[in-house]
Nanobody, 127 residues
Framework: QVQLVESGGGLVQAGGSLRLSCAAS????????MGWFRQAPGKEREFVAA????????SYADSVKGRFTISRDNAKNTVYLQMNSLKPEDTAVYYC????????????????????WGQGTQVTVSS
């Protein structure tokens, strides 16, 4: 069983920065793509960013491109989301997720391409 634990959320003013971390259990972390999603109150969970198994290929939602950066440290079984120039509309619960078998060299955007999810961490951006 894979466990994903997010941390690093909090309250920040608009224009500020946060770095989210997601620590994964298991010995096959480097085999799979990893992604970040978010869900605001009353809205569907949406794709934010994804990284291929070695972090060499990344993909971003248009709404965060140029402001957020996904990275991973396979030696630490951890994926990160650096969030800069935060806006109030970035307020949401942020989830990390592990891609399904075979996604390693891709950066999937669909929720059903991920099979394990963390519990989420709240990010609140005040105006």
């Amino acid at each position: 069983q894979v466990q994903l634990v997010e941390s690093g959320g909090g309250l920040v003013q608009a224009g500020g920065s946060l770095r989210l971390s997601c620590a994964a259990s298991g010995r096959t972390f480097s085999t799979y793509a990893m992604g970040w999603f978010r869900q605001a109150p009353g809205k569907e969970r949406e794709f934010v960013a994804a990284a291929s198994r070695n972090g060499g290929i990344t993909s971003y939602a248009d709404s965060v491109k140029g402001r957020f950066t996904i990275s991973r440290d396979n030696a630490k079984n951890t994926v990160y989301l650096q969030m800069n120039s935060l806006k109030p509309e970035d307020t949401a619960v942020y989830y990390c997720a592990r891609g399904t078998y075979g996604t390693g060299w891709t950066t999937p955007r669909a929720k059903d391409a991920y099979d394990y999810w963390g519990q989420g961490t709240q990010v609140t951006v005040s105006s």
